[in-house]
Structures are given as structure tokens and as C-alpha cells.
């Protein structure tokens, strides 16, 4: 397998924290990559910094042998690179299928958004099928505020995927989520690789990660610090101390699940 | 049973004003109306769907009309019917200064964009109170225009109509383009939008150089109508509340809103103005809508309105399966 998506010692610093402190990742083509850590451990930074919504203060984000350190969100979506909010972000006050055509215009001039419709036939079969994907079809035209949060969970993947990118970056896909729809949600994921998509996903639920994720990387204090199948990262004592370190009672549940399941 | 549309009952009713209504008093409120409602319309063509609420709206309807009334005077344009080709091209020289304060001001958000507006409008308004080519505080006097009596007013009417009408449709057709979807977008989350190819910075700046063209527009007619202008009522900070005042109380980022809000606010304002010669007796009234609007409908009229009769139909037919709800303030038609 290749390399998709790579970040090179990447560093961030918000005044004298240290959010990311000299951290690498690698994302294989056609894989399901998990990050996990402990909270502020600096995983949703790095998810900032490779889509481009935070400015790295060193290090490189390569992408499909391009280098998009620092490039402008809307840049970094239209080569290809999806992602998804840990706190769900819909656009509240439209329609769920026109949030679906927000992002199909993936690498359109502006100027042609003025002169053209809000979606071809094929845009909106195209997004309809996703919606069906998702489950969302028979709510297509509800307005999208009116969704529960899980729906919304499933609403931001649908539009995600609707531009067809080829890494798809999760941010805690099951966070809040109840356990018949935490499974949904990972089964679309499965489907989705097959298919060919790669994922990237930062997730707090071990059952969740260990069984879907192919590579498990675990980040502390703003650095990688274990990378490995999920089998290995979850035997290794430096993640054990990461966990424990931390010293938060989340933390420890964590451990027991890592340890027992 | 197929419904006669809104618009074309509306056409027809205001083609046919002032062939009833002849009084000079009326058509000059008529004139007024539509002019306020072009410039709600467009103000709400960004401003209502974008999100960004800009309170810099008299800066264009200022550049319309001084660039009426320096180009016919300075061309000695006779006064009459061909002044009517200086219209679009005070909405061209409103829309290119449109460009670079909004490229400023579009950098910052919300409060920090409405106040950036607001300080861009004083900025001009000093300008023409104090620069010679305006005239200053004197202002400026245009060529007399030779129609007689009741004649007067109609061509200006037909020509405010025409405008309004354009404004309409352009705010008609960016809600039904990709475009439009983008503003939209951008409203409920930018940082989102961009994140999902959007270009922002320039679909920003188009909706707010095109809002900008139909108000010079406007303001260019208001300067031919009048024959005068000043300064202060060109550039007129009331001016710049009351049409955002108007597109709220209709409903914000509705098509049928700003249309619904400027032809109360303004006819009502240009009746009491005129009936009981009290210049401010319409900020009362004003005053007492809002209050009734922000406490009973928050969201404009338009939208209540909808919302009331989509109950009452769902009521009749007791039906059963997902209603649609009305796309409130932003997918209202």
C-alpha cells in the first residue's frame, strides 16, 4: 500500500500550549486509519491543520505526492480531501438536500455559480442517492435545523461524500451517538472502503475503533506516539501511561474498555 | 384549480396604478414605495442571504445620485427622457465602488462587519458634505425637466417599477442559483462552507457588488426625480436603517419580504409625513411595529403568514404523513 495522506512533524502552538509538538501521519491508500488520545492530546488540531483551518507553524501535510501544507480549506476539499466536525455542522436553515449541493461543486469557478441552477439532474440524483445512502432520502426536503443529532451526524457524512473525495477525515463519528446507529454509521464506513475510500478517524469509542480501524495511531501531547495494528496498540504499556497519565476518571474507562474488548 | 401566481396579480395591479390613481399626492407615495422597495429587495439580496447585515446601504443610493447629477450637469444635458440612461449607469458607478469596501469590509463578521458598514457611510457622507465637485452642504440642482402637472410623476413611476421589477428577478434568480445556495451556506456557517470547496471571499463580494447596483439605480432616480439633491438626504443614515428595517420586518432573507416591509413602511411613512405635515410622526409608528413584529413574528410577515396558513391547511386535510414545513427565512419563496 501506498501513502495518501502524510503530515511530517507537525507543530502548532495557542500562545504557550503546545498543541501539536512535532507530529507525524501516515494514511495509506484504501485504509481505515484511527487516531485516538486522550482529550487534548491534539488529534483535532491535526485534523485542522491537514484541511487547512489552522496554519501549522512547522512541518508538512503531503497529499497524493502534493505538498498542501497551509492550504485554504476550499483548496484541500477540492483535491480531495473530505472531513467531518467533532460538534456536528449542517447548514441549519436549508433544506437536507440542499445541503447535499453545497459541496458538489467541488472544483467550480465562482463565476459559473451565477450562471447556473442550484443543481443538474444528475447533482441531485447524485445526492439523492447518498441521502438514500445515509437513510436520510424520505427527509430530503425537511429543512435541515429540524434533524436530530444523529441524523445530522448522517446528514455531514452524506454531504461529505457526495463530492466523492478520496480521504475522508472523521471526527468522532460515534460521539453521541446511540449504539444501533454507532453501528450503522460503522458499517457505511465498511461499505464506503470497499468501495475504495480511505478514512481517517479520530474517535473516543475503543470498541468503535478497534474493530473498524485497520492502523491505530495514538497521539500524546501533541506527538504520535504509538502506531500499529489495533491488536498491538492496545497491548502496548505507552499507551496504558498515556491514558493514565492524563489522570482523568474518562480516561480510565477507556483503559478497562481497551483492556477488556 | 390552478392559482393565479402572486407576481403577476402584483404586476398587473401595479401597472395599472397610476392610470386610476392620477393625483400627483399619490403617485409621488407611489414613487417613494417602489424605490424603498428595490432597495429592500436588494439589500435583502445580500444582505438577507448572506447574513452579513450591512448598514452601509446609502452609500449606493448616494453614489447613483450624485453620479446622475454630475454627468447630466456637466454634459448639460437637457433635462427631459434621455436622463433616464443615466439610471444604469449610476447603479455601474455604484457597483465598482461596491468592490474595494467590500473586499475591506467583507473580511470581518457579523458586529464588527455592520459597524465597519456603518463607519464606511459617514466616511462618504463627510466626503460629499465637504468635497466642491458635490456642491457640499448645498448640494446639487439638475436641469428642470419641462413635463407639466399630473404627467410629471408617471414616467418616473414606470421607470421605479421597471427597476423594482429587475431587482426581483435578479434576487429571484441568485436564490435559485448555486450561487444563491452558497450565500445561503454561508449564512449558517461560513468556516463550513469554505470547508466544502465554497469560495467565499469572492461569492461574498459578487452578491455584495450586485446588491449595490440596483440601489445606484434607485438613487440615480431619486436624484432626476427630485431635481435636488443634499447630501444629508442622499446619504442619509435613516436611510440605511430603514431598509434593513424593512427586509426584517417582512422577512429576512424571504424573496416576497422586503417587498411585503417596504410598501407598509413607506407608503405609511410618506402619508403621515404628508397628511399631518409632522416629519417625525412616522418613528412612532415605526416605533410600535417593531415592537409588535419582534414580540409576535420575529421572523417578518411573510414567513408568519405562511406559517399560520400552512396550520390551517394541515388542519383541513388532517393528514397525516411529514409535513413540509416552510423553509423559513431561507427557502421562503
Redesign the interface.
Known amino acids: 500500500m501506498t501513502t495518501l495522506l502524510e503530515a511530517k512533524d507537525v507543530s502548532r502552538a495557542f500562545g504557550g500550549l503546545k498543541a501539536l509538538a512535532g507530529c507525524s501521519l501516515n494514511v495509506e491508500r484504501g485504509s481505515i486509519t484511527g487516531l485516538i488520545g486522550p482529550n487534548g492530546s491534539g488529534k483535532t488540531t491535526l485534523f485542522n491543520v491537514i484541511?487547512?483551518?489552522i496554519k501549522a507553524d512547522s512541518g508538512s501535510v503531503t497529499f497524493d505526492g502534493k505538498d498542501i501544507t497551509n492550504a485554504?480549506?476550499?483548496a484541500?476539499?477540492?483535491l480531495g480531501i473530505g472531513?467531518t466536525?467533532q460538534m456536528t455542522?449542517?447548514?441549519?436553515?436549508?433544506?437536507v438536500v440542499?445541503n447535499m449541493?453545497?459541496?458538489t461543486?467541488?472544483?467550480?469557478s465562482?463565476l459559473?455559480?451565477?450562471?447556473?441552477?442550484?443543481?443538474s439532474k444528475s447533482e441531485l440524483d447524485n445526492a439523492m442517492e447518498w441521502l438514500d445512502f445515509v437513510g436520510l432520502a424520505?427527509?430530503a426536503?425537511?429543512?435541515a435545523g429540524?434533524l436530530s443529532y444523529g441524523q445530522r451526524k448522517l446528514l455531514e457524512l452524506a454531504?461529505?461524500l457526495v463530492?466523492d473525495p478520496d480521504v475522508i477525515l472523521l471526527d468522532e463519528p460515534a460521539g453521541g451517538v446511540n449504539l444501533t446507529l454507532i453501528n450503522e454509521i460503522g458499517e457505511r464506513i465498511r461499505t464506503l472502503n470497499k468501495s475504495g475510500k480511505t478514512f481517517l478517524i479520530v474517535e473516543h469509542n475503543m470498541e468503535f475503533v478497534m474493530n473498524l480501524c485497520d492502523t491505530v495511531t495514538v497521539m500524546h501531547q501533541g506527538r504520535n506516539l504509538v502506531t500499529g495494528q489495533p491488536e498491538e496498540v492496545r497491548a502496548n504499556p505507552l499507551v496504558l501511561d498515556a491514558y493514565l497519565g492524563g489522570g482523568d476518571d474518562d480516561d480510565e474507562e477507556v483503559i478497562e474498555e481497551m483492556t477488556n474488548g | 384549480m390552478k392559482q393565479t401566481p402572486w407576481w403577476v396579480l402584483a404586476i398587473v395591479v401595479f401597472t395599472l396604478f397610476p392610470l386610476v390613481v392620477t393625483n400627483p399626492f399619490w403617485t409621488t407615495i407611489a414613487i417613494f414605495t417602489l424605490i424603498y422597495m428595490g432597495c429592500a429587495t436588494s439589500w435583502n439580496m445580500f444582505s438577507g442571504y448572506s447574513g452579513y447585515v450591512s448598514l452601509g446601504t446609502a452609500i449606493f443610493y448616494g453614489c447613483g445620485a450624485y453620479t446622475m447629477a454630475l454627468i447630466s450637469i456637466h454634459s448639460h444635458m437637457p433635462g427631459g427622457a434621455e436622463q433616464f440612461l443615466l439610471v444604469p449607469v449610476g447603479g455601474l458607478v455604484s457597483m465598482v465602488i461596491a468592490v474595494p469596501l467590500g473586499a475591506v469590509a467583507l473580511r470581518v463578521r457579523r458586529h464588527t462587519f455592520v459597524v465597519i458598514t456603518i463607519a464606511f457611510f459617514f466616511v462618504f457622507q463627510l466626503a460629499a458634505i465637504n468635497a466642491n465637485f458635490t456642491g457640499g452642504p448645498a448640494g446639487l440642482s439638475l436641469q428642470l425637466i419641462g413635463w407639466q402637472g399630473n404627467s410629471y410623476n408617471t414616467p418616473f413611476y414606470y421607470v421605479a417599477l421597471a427597476i423594482l421589477v429587475f431587482a426581483v428577478v435578479l434576487s429571484a434568480l441568485v436564490r435559485r442559483s448555486r450561487f444563491g445556495l452558497q450565500l445561503l451556506a454561508i449564512r449558517d456557517d461560513e468556516d463550513r462552507a469554505l470547508g466544502l470547496g465554497v469560495k467565499v471571499k469572492a461569492v461574498k463580494l459578487t452578491g455584495y457588488t450586485l446588491s449595490a447596483f440596483t440601489v445606484g439605480m434607485m438613487g440615480a432616480l431619486y436624484a432626476m426625480f427630485l431635481g435636488q439633491i443634499y447630501p444629508q438626504f442622499v446619504f442619509d443614515p435613516v436611510f440605511d436603517v430603514t431598509v434593513a428595517l424593512m427586509a426584517f420586518l417582512g422577512g429576512f432573507g424571504t424573496l416576497l419580504g422586503p417587498l411585503v416591509g417596504g410598501l407598509i413602511l413607506e407608503s405609511s411613512q410618506q402619508w403621515l409625513t404628508a397628511t399631518y405635515s409632522n416629519g417625525s410622526l412616522y418613528l412612532i409608528l415605526f416605533g410600535a411595529l417593531f415592537l409588535v413584529v419582534v414580540l409576535f413574528m420575529p421572523q417578518g410577515i411573510v414567513v408568519k403568514v405562511k406559517d399560520m396558513w400552512m396550520k390551517r391547511s394541515l388542519k383541513a386535510s388532517d393528514d397525516s404523513s411529514i409535513p413540509t414545513p416552510a423553509t423559513v427565512t431561507g427557502g421562503a419563496k
Not at chain 1, 461543486?105 to 467550480?108: L, P, T, V, Y
Not at chain 1, 459559473?112 to 443543481?119: D, F, P
Request: hydrophobic share 35%; net charge positive.
Open positions: 484541511t487547512g483551518y485554504r480549506p476550499n484541500v476539499f477540492a472531513r466536525f455542522r449542517i447548514f441549519s436553515r436549508i433544506s440542499e449541493l453545497v459541496a461543486q467541488r472544483d467550480e465562482w459559473r455559480g451565477l450562471t447556473r441552477s442550484k443543481s424520505r427527509l426536503n425537511l429543512q429540524s454531504y461529505v463530492a
